[in-house]
């Protein structure tokens, strides 16, 4: 599938393009690599840009026409646009809130979509997702954290990890289990909360970047309304979904990252000295760059691939999982790569001003490990492919 070739979309391509030039917001988050929490004084403009960026009908263009939207899916601009932001290495909307406006679109009542999709449009309110536990993270139904019944409240106690932007949001959308003696997909339920409600607490976990761009958040007899719930009671699996595929979705743009960083590793090879002329001119280097730029080329295709598959119906319950298990190890051997061109230098950090590239590629290094791990741990999505698109036996379960 070449998107190329449909004058139209070109020429919508080039407006998008002229759009993020234009309008590119002036945050330092900007130059690290992989999806970073914001630091605190790029909050205002991240808000500025998720607002022109819903105004100028490049996201939310399918929400429906009363909340801004066209109210259709036109999957071919939306992977353009996504095409074009990965390029430009320009940030998403800041926070969750794509993720929770899929939720509150499609499961919400009228009454939280009036409330809280047009904050999310304008990026006044900054969510978060509290889906993943300590002991729950790729098998995701098996969280613990409990929301009892009391009045007209549900009372939550329990424990989420690995919050993006968990420091920094207003809304957090929650998935708590409200009924332990069901199978354990049928007894959880999603909630909209108040982040500042009494009992929540938010520790920023320290990373090896230097960075905290996750935490840990703790509920200790948190109270959160009946009327926070988000679709039914027990039907939070459900709910979730909605997101789940809105997240894994993102990946059929990610190949275009990988172009822009291969080319970025031949002009550092270009500009690298190995013995006694640059580094681009040494056989095994060559050898590698063709092979990184190949399986880069081969997660665009994928990407488009799978756009053509779902605009057709034909989408398969393995592409996703596949698109990101191969992004991932993709991004993997090209950041160790790019170490390993530096010689002696892939010691220096970004605070080094003698750091190649500003030390993007070191960072970039120790950040891959985490991609193979979020949106679904590859080992599981792995399974998910040989058990649901192959038809191959599940994988023996210990007792």
């Not at 992977?79 to 940030?91: F, K, L, N, S, Y």
């Not at 979509?113 to 006044?124: K, S, V």
């Not at 280097?285 to 057709?312: K, P, W």
Request: net charge negative; proline share 6%.
């Amino acid at each position: 599938m070449k998107l190329q070739q449909d004058p139209e979309i070109e020429s919508f391509r080039a407006e998008v393009r002229g759009f993020l030039e234009q309008h590119r917001p002036p945050v330092r988050t900007l130059g690290r690599a992989g999806v970073r929490a914001p630091d605190a004084e790029d909050i205002p403009a991240l808000r500025t840009w998720t607002a022109q960026l819903f105004e100028a009908g490049y996201v939310g263009a399918d929400w429906p026409v009363e909340w801004g939207g066209a109210g259709t899916k036109d999957a071919l601009r939306a992977t353009v646009v996504g095409e074009e932001m990965a390029r430009a290495r320009v940030p998403t909307p800041i926070g969750a809130g794509l993720l929770a406006a899929a939720a509150l679109i499609h499961c919400g009542r009228p009454d939280q979509q009036r409330r809280y999709l047009p904050r999310i449009r304008t990026g006044e309110d900054i969510w978060c997702q509290l889906f993943s536990e300590p002991s729950a993270g790729s098998d995701l139904a098996s969280l613990t954290t409990r929301a009892r019944r009391d009045g007209d409240d549900f009372i939550v106690d329990g424990q989420k990890v690995w919050t993006t932007n968990g420091q920094h949001a207003q809304l957090g959308y929650l998935l708590a289990r409200t009924n332990p003696d069901v199978p354990k997909h049928a007894g959880i339920t999603a909630f909209v909360l108040d982040m500042t409600s009494p009992g929540v607490d938010v520790r920023p976990l320290r990373e090896i970047t230097g960075t905290s761009d996750f935490n840990e958040v703790f509920f200790d007899g948190v109270r959160i309304p009946a009327n926070n719930v988000l679709g039914e009671v027990d039907q939070g699996w459900k709910v979730a979904t909605t997101s789940l595929v809105e997240e894994r979705s993102s990946v059929g743009t990610a190949g275009i990252i990988q172009l822009r960083a291969v080319r970025d590793a031949v002009a550092m090879a270009r500009s690298l000295r190995r013995g006694s002329g640059p580094a681009l001119d040494n056989d095994t280097v060559r050898q590698d760059i063709g092979r990184l730029y190949a399986a880069a080329r081969v997660s665009v295709r994928l990407g488009q691939y799978n756009l053509s598959r779902a605009l057709s119906g034909d989408s398969d319950p393995g592409d996703a999982p596949l698109a990101k298990v191969l992004y991932s190890e993709t991004n993997l051997a090209l950041t160790e790569f790019g170490l390993g061109l530096q010689g002696t230098d892939a010691l220096l950090t970004e605070d080094d001003p003698e750091a190649i590239a500003g030390g993007w590629w070191q960072d970039a290094f120790l950040y891959s490990r985490a991609l193979t791990i979020a949106g679904g741990a590859n080992e599981v999505l792995r399974n998910m492919i040989a058990e649901r698109s192959l038809g191959l036996p599940k994988e023996p379960r210990g007792s």
